[in-house]
């Protein structure tokens, strides 16, 4: 460099990681976060655009069934307290609740997939049927696929939680995967309302 | 810092040699310097299907392009300037300079930048292989349904073209979510928010409106492909869908889309005017809150394009007012840049004569962008060749003039030497008179009745002196783009070398060699002020640049700071060199391509994506950086 | 080049449009014809006006900007910024002035667009790449159909009711209205009162596939009297073939593949596929403009219908030269 560097402090000391807005990893959550939920909010808007061309809702079809779907949510719900937990845990970076805590988020994680394909086979509109069935299956397909990254991406940091050395930085991604899975189950719990309850409302 | 130390920083930061480092490199740098070379090269091959087209159009009722051709080149004409060029190239110049501007040493997700880059490579390749194999999307860069369903465009050709969106706008969403972490959590020690290089700032908003975009057209394409490869009934009226909903999915999109690709120019021309003028740029906070103000109000205009559509009244006209709103924050951003001129010293070197430029073009863009946004002159101009005046001079004007500008202003730095002066104005003078003779004429040919996106146009209606003139324009624009290259490849093989500072700009990347290392700076930079590298509001160089040290040399690590006043938060690691950014677009790129011939596609060629993403992530000895152990 | 160049380059594109003005077509909406398109042409004037001066303006600020004298010595830097915050918040002003007063105007000349009631209703369906034009009427046996033309009578408000057959088209006769599209699933229309009679030229102005170019409307104003005239016309049978020729050309018709797509009322063939060709030879154009009404060129059209419009929806009907002649004396007799 052409100019003169006059030092005027020192940073080694700081940590090499951190939890939340000083770590690269959560905007990266919150990046994905944005777009996904961005989907998801133009979807239901396509929702109730096709709507209200329609005179009767669902045309041609009753409401959805509510049993699998329900049993959905509330199972996401109830894994809420598990992910809180194990978010907390990271940030203390307490490796064997850590350890513990990922794997009974897989499980749950597994479990509610197992509801979902359920919620998906009772479903009573084809997706190519009408444009009603298109946008339930594509809003519930979205959820899902999203739901099968997060359970994915927990199961790999299970493994490596058992497997490698877990330091800070790791601890951290564990962290931004907590993150990630609430978004999971609120999202889901929005588009319950909106799929089961709409037709039930309206 | 002595040269021990810079040699450890040296081989921390270097890449493997040869093409195993150049396929392997997650150095912002190089990753950007591919994407703008790949994104020009999209440009030419769009310009020369432009060529082609005013070609067929230069007299009435030719046939040297068939309709069918002529309208796959329009089409594509249109996609590969949008989505294989404008915002890649913004983008790109973005992921090159913002890690400068800021003060650090590489852009944020660094893998997943070289991913976005193979993404978009491999989705432009397959869209022009598609156009010579004669499955070229037609249906226009917009893609209407009816038209565009399977009944009116039969054949794979429009599943094709909604890919290519799927990959493009994968590779623009990664970029967007690497530059807003980037730019909130690694800025230089003292670099508060209201301290960002306006570049920067015009790098942030955009990449929240992508964000918040960029989602509309990848749903609006989904659902156009599942209509015709599943059977979903999105868009076909029949059956409860509505051809509506495919146009306001797109245009919510399509608006912004316009303004990611403008905004970007709005940076530059604010670090060319600032460094050119001699002073800073007047008026900082009016010009940030008008960045905000534009990315805000992008989103509430989309309507504007459906006025012809049918929509109630009252509601055009409250789509007329938004969209008229929008030329405030334009207004008051040509006030301060003109400002600053009028109170500084200018010095009219090229990329500042581009600045001129855009502004003659770029005002009488956005003037008849006011005129297209009252609801009964735009029914009357609405797909004629008013619109494609409109948007060529807002477009050509607005963002390739500041670009070409940004390419004489950071070339010195990019590559390390000066581009030569009196080409750089022969080109400039050329392209100005070219555009003008070509697209000028164009709004009266709309006035007159000419629409849009036709192959042929009868004689006897007045239009045929000025389809000529266009046409001869756009050959001149051509011969000043081939100026360009020759300007570019004989400085490359014998230019003047280019000093850490060409132009005395006020911002960081000037303080470090030109080209830069590939650790950017040997220590991490302190600023306390929008100006680091002027010791006050005139201009005068700093003698000395202020600095942190602690960072580790032995591997790759950065500074993070806070997110609004960036005071120093903690240290973080950085990715070295990997293979698995490649494999696994190549895996996504299997499983786009196969899901155009059968959705089980998607599920089988999800696998490998999986493999290769999970080894992406996984620790490897071979990664120091990341603490890789057994 | 110099400024003085720039300046000469300039002076010649402004005069483009002046030099313009002595070549205007049929389909210019600068010559409006109509209530509607001249209230939009109102607007279009205030806006071009007020945006011209305002570039001027603008440009004039840079070039001071860049080439004013400055006293070589003095450093102004930032001395002169309270006074031009000042003239910032004036010129926002003035933006906020301007815009709002264009709005208001479109607002009106919007108003304008819709207002009024309908004299007469007339059914527009666009399909790939044609116009179906139906006058309608309370009584069934006053309606009839044509293609590709429109006449309209003059001072009075005609009701076009557009729809759509297959893709998004776009109704535009840019001499008496602005645009309209017409899209599968919904009804549109547009008001239309022409004040001055002559012929004008439409054409369809979305992107509705290959033959998107040559979908033109044929469109000419005529006073009352005429106007009646043409309707009576239009709504008498096809005229009995007038030879023996003809004769033979008719059975010719009636007997191919003819009349599987086009009605000529009074005979059998009632097919609504394609265009009804009822009084064809009274038209101006043949395929919605792509071609002119004259023999040769209908002999052209019959013989290979992919020449003149490639991709267009008419099949090439087998016939010897000799048939195709008794065919073109039956529908050249079609007035």
């Not at chain 1, 199961?155 to 330091?167: F, G, I, P, T």
């Not at chain 2, 796959?72 to 590969?80: I, K």
């Not at chain 3, 729809?163 to 008001?191: C, M, Q, R, T």
């Amino acid at each position: 460099m052409s100019r003169a560097m006059r030092t005027i402090g020192d940073v080694a000391g700081l940590p090499d990681y951190a939890f939340g807005p000083t770590s690269v990893g959560w905007w990266g959550v919150l990046g994905f976060m944005l777009i996904e939920g961005m989907g998801f909010v133009l979807a239901v808007g396509a929702y109730y655009y096709l709507l209200h061309n329609e005179v009767q809702w669902p045309p041609n079809a009753a409401p959805p069934p509510l049993g699998w779907a329900t049993a959905f949510v509330v199972l996401g719900l109830c894994s809420e307290v598990p992910n809180y937990l194990v978010g907390r845990m990271a940030q203390a970076q307490r490796l064997q609740a850590v350890r513990w805590g990922l794997i009974l988020m897989v499980l749950l994680g597994l479990l509610m997939l197992v509801l979902r394909g359920f919620e998906l086979h009772a479903m009573n509109v084809r997706w190519d049927r009408t444009a009603y069935g298109s946008i339930v299956w594509a809003l519930l397909v979205l959820h899902t696929f999203h739901t099968i990254t997060d359970v994915f991406d927990s199961l790999v940091l299970a493994v490596l939680s058992w497997r490698k050395h877990m330091d800070g930085r790791r601890h951290a991604d564990v962290a931004d995967n907590a993150l990630y899975w609430h978004f999971i189950v609120w999202s889901g719990a929005g588009l319950y309302l909106v799929i089961y309850w709409t037709p039930r409302w309206l | 810092m002595n040269a021990a130390q810079r040699e450890q920083l040296q081989r921390s930061w270097a890449d493997r040699p040869g093409l195993v480092g150049w396929l392997t490199t997650v150095d912002h740098k190089r990753v950007a310097r591919r994407y703008i070379v790949t994104a020009f090269v999209f440009f030419l091959m769009a310009g020369v299907l432009a060529l082609l087209m005013r070609a067929q159009l230069a007299y009435p009722n030719l046939r040297l392009i068939g309709p069918d051709r002529y309208n796959q080149m329009f089409s594509l004409h249109g996609s590969a300037m949008m989505f294989l060029f404008a915002v890649p190239i913004m983008e790109a110049v973005a992921v090159y300079l913002v890690p400068l501007m800021l003060g650090t040493r590489n852009i944020a997700f660094p893998r997943l930048n070289a991913f976005s880059y193979w993404v978009y490579l491999f989705g432009g390749i397959m869209i022009f292989a598609a156009f010579v194999l004669d499955v070229g999307p037609e249906a226009g860069w917009t893609g209407y349904v009816p038209l565009s369903s399977s009944d009116f465009s039969p054949g794979k050709r429009t599943d094709f073209w909604a890919q290519m969106i799927t990959f493009t706008e994968v590779a623009g969403l990664c970029v967007a979510v690497e530059l807003v972490a980037t730019i909130m959590t690694q800025r230089a020690p003292g670099m508060t928010l209201a301290r960002m290089p306006l570049f920067v700032w015009s790098m942030l908003v955009t990449s929240l409106m992508v964000i918040f975009a960029m989602p509309s057209v990848m749903l609006a394409s989904t659902f156009l492909i599942t209509d015709r490869l599943v059977g979903t009934q999105f868009y076909n009226a029949a059956e409860g869908g509505d051809p509506l909903l495919w146009q306001h999915l797109f245009w919510f999109f399509g608006h912004p889309e316009v303004y990611i690709i403008f905004m970007p120019a709005l940076g530059m021309i604010s670090s060319i005017v600032e460094t050119f003028a001699r002073r800073p740029i007047f008026g900082y906070t009016p010009m940030v809150l008008a960045l905000v103000a534009t990315g805000f109000l992008a989103f509430g205009l989309w309507v504007h394009h459906m006025f012809a559509a049918g929509l109630p009244p009252l509601g055009n006209s409250f789509y007329t007012a938004a969209s008229m709103l929008i030329a405030v924050p334009s207004g008051i951003q040509i006030f301060c840049w003109i400002a600053t001129l009028a109170t500084g010293r200018p010095r009219l070197a090229v990329p500042l004569l581009f600045v001129l430029g855009f502004f003659a073009l770029f005002v009488l863009g956005g003037l008849s962008g006011v005129m297209l946004a009252s609801v009964p002159l735009d029914l009357q101009v609405h797909d004629t060749y008013f619109v494609v005046a409109h948007f060529h001079y807002v477009l050509i004007g607005g963002a390739l003039f500041p670009l070409l500008g940004a390419v004489y202003f950071w070339f010195p730095k990019i590559a390390g030497r000066l581009l030569s002066e009196r080409l750089g104005r022969w080109q400039f003078w050329l392209l100005f008179a070219g555009f003008n003779l070509t697209f000028f004429p164009m709004h009266y040919l709309g006035l007159l009745g000419m629409p849009r996106r036709v192959y042929t146009y009868p004689h006897g209606l007045g239009w045929d002196a000025y389809n000529l003139m266009s046409s001869v324009g756009a050959y001149v624009i051509a011969l000043s783009f081939v100026l360009m290259l020759v300007n570019i490849v004989r400085t490359l093989r014998r230019g003047d070398a280019a000093p850490d500072d060409p132009w005395q700009a006020p911002d960081l990347s000037c303080a470090t060699a030109s080209p830069p290392p590939a650790y950017n700076f040997a220590a991490v930079p302190a600023v306390s002020s929008r100006h680091p590298l002027w010791a006050d509001a005139d201009a005068t160089p700093c003698a000395e640049l202020p600095v942190l040290a602690g960072v580790r040399s032995d591997r790759r690590e950065v500074l993070l700071t806070t997110p609004v006043d960036a005071a120093p938060a903690n240290r973080w690691a950085m990715p070295d060199p990997s293979p698995w950014p490649l494999w696994s677009a190549l895996a996504l790129t299997v499983v786009f391509v196969w899901s155009i011939f059968d959705q089980w596609g998607v599920v089988w060629g999800a696998i490998p994506v999986a493999v290769a993403m999970t080894a992406w992530f996984w620790p490897k000895r071979s990664e120091p950086s990341l603490g890789g152990d057994a | 080049m110099t400024a003085r160049a720039a300046r000469t380059l300039s002076l010649l594109l402004l005069a483009l449009p002046l030099a313009g003005c002595a070549v205007q077509g049929v389909q210019s909406s600068l010559q409006a014809a109509a209530d509607q398109s001249r209230a939009i042409d109102q607007v279009w004037t205030l806006m071009l006006w007020v945006c011209s001066a305002i570039y001027v303006a603008v440009i004039a600020a840079l070039a001071w900007a860049i080439w004013r004298r400055r006293r070589a010595v003095q450093r102004e830097g930032r001395t002169r910024d309270p006074l031009l915050a000042r003239a910032l918040a004036a010129w926002v002003v003035l933006v906020v002035g301007l815009l709002s007063w264009f709005v208001a105007a479109s607002f009106l000349a919007d108003r304008r667009l819709h207002a009024g009631h309908a004299d007469l209703e007339i059914r527009v369906t666009a399909k790939q790449w044609w116009w179906q034009v139906e006058y309608l009427s309370p009584q069934p046996d006053q309606q009839f159909s044509t293609a590709n033309e429109l006449r309209l009578p003059r001072d009075q408000t005609a009701r076009i009711e557009l729809l759509s057959g297959d893709v998004i088209h776009s109704f535009w006769v840019p001499a008496l209205s602005g645009k309209e599209d017409l899209i599968p699933g919904y009804s549109n229309a547009v008001l239309l009162t022409p004040r001055r009679a002559g012929r004008y030229r439409g054409q369809c102005a979305e992107f509705c596939g290959l033959q998107h170019a040559q979908m033109a409307l044929d469109v000419e104003v005529l006073d009352a009297a005429g106007f009646a005239a043409w309707r009576a016309r239009q709504l008498a049978p096809a005229p009995a073939p007038s030879d023996a020729h003809a004769l033979r050309g008719a059975q010719l018709f009636l007997g191919s593949a003819c009349a599987s797509c086009h009605a000529v009322r009074g005979t059998s063939a009632a097919s609504r596929l394609g265009p009804d060709l009822t009084h064809l030879a009274s038209r101006r154009a043949l395929a919605a403009g792509a071609l002119p009404m004259r023999r040769e060129a209908l002999r052209a059209w019959l013989a290979d219908p992919q020449h003149a419009k490639p991709g267009n929806q008419m099949p090439q009907v087998p016939l010897d030269p000799r048939d195709r002649e008794l065919l073109l004396d039956y529908l050249m007799g079609l007035r």
